[in-house]
């Protein structure tokens, strides 16, 4: 569409200093129609810097968490205002452009904002699950390392029971060995006596265990029966302790 009076500015960030009724859908397309894609993009949202031709004054278009605003420097706000009221004029004759945008927000999400075949849209999108062999490429990664916490985080995410088979060997030979390891060296530390190191040990298996079961549970695998002989090594550790208790100073 093409008008004399608006074009891009440089740098008008300032305060809010007044509000669009629209989608944020809508008021992106309108810019879009006017100005092209948005350079800058912020937090669920858009911004655009517009430059009056007339006066030589500046102010935002942007859209964010509360909607389509505008901004601009405190200095400028009352010579603004008739500006501002030109510019929704133009906005409100202007045609919805067929766009969107894909913004990040937070934990590996998006929002996604414009319009198509005439109509505003805007949500939250996850991102698409792995496929198999990305997900198997990330386990071997996590397998290499010993960050237990790392590889209980990417259970849940993976989300087992659409899973491959490979996928579960892979992971439950992760667990066997990261508790094998802490239960033998509870056995060790019980014969010497070791008071903070058993006590740390007990509280490593119980967290490893208890993180297991919450992971099983969400990815709807059940890993019950594999991980009973630990339940049981651990049951008969904390009652080695319970009658060790003086000697252990616990």
Not at 229 to 237: E, F, N, S, T, Y
Not at 241 to 250: D, E, H, T, V, W
Request: net charge positive; proline share 6%.
């Amino acid at each position: 569409m093409r008008q004399r009076r608006f074009a891009l500015g440089k740098d008008a960030a300032g305060s809010k200093v007044g509000g669009r009724h629209e989608p944020p859908g809508a008021f992106l397309a309108r810019l879009w129609t006017l100005f092209g894609r948005p350079l800058v993009l912020t937090d669920h949202g858009f911004s655009y810097s517009v430059r009056d031709r007339d006066t030589g004054l500046e102010f935002e278009a942007y859209s964010g968490a509360s909607g389509p605003a505008y901004g601009a420097a405190p200095a400028d706000v009352k010579r603004l205002r008739p500006v501002l009221a030109a510019f929704d004029t133009l906005l409100d004759a202007t045609p919805l452009a067929e766009c969107r945008l894909d913004i990040p927000v937070g934990d590996r999400k998006r929002f996604v904002v414009g319009v198509k075949h005439g109509v505003p849209f805007e949500h939250l999108a996850s991102p698409p699950p792995p496929t198999n062999a990305e997900a198997v490429a990330t386990a071997k990664r996590v397998l290499a390392t010993e960050n237990s916490d790392a590889m209980f985080y990417y259970v849940a995410v993976l989300k087992l029971h659409e899973a491959a088979p490979r996928q579960r060997v892979l992971l439950r030979k992760r667990w066997r060995r990261s508790l094998a390891v802490a239960l033998a060296a509870l056995d060790a530390e019980l014969v010497d006596g070791d008071r903070d190191r058993v006590t740390t040990l007990v509280s490593i298996i119980d967290v490893e265990l208890g993180a297991l079961a919450r992971t099983a549970k969400l990815a709807g695998v059940v890993y019950g029966d594999e991980t009973r002989p630990h339940r049981k090594q651990l049951a008969d550790a904390k009652r080695r302790i319970a009658k060790r208790r003086i000697s252990l100073g616990m």
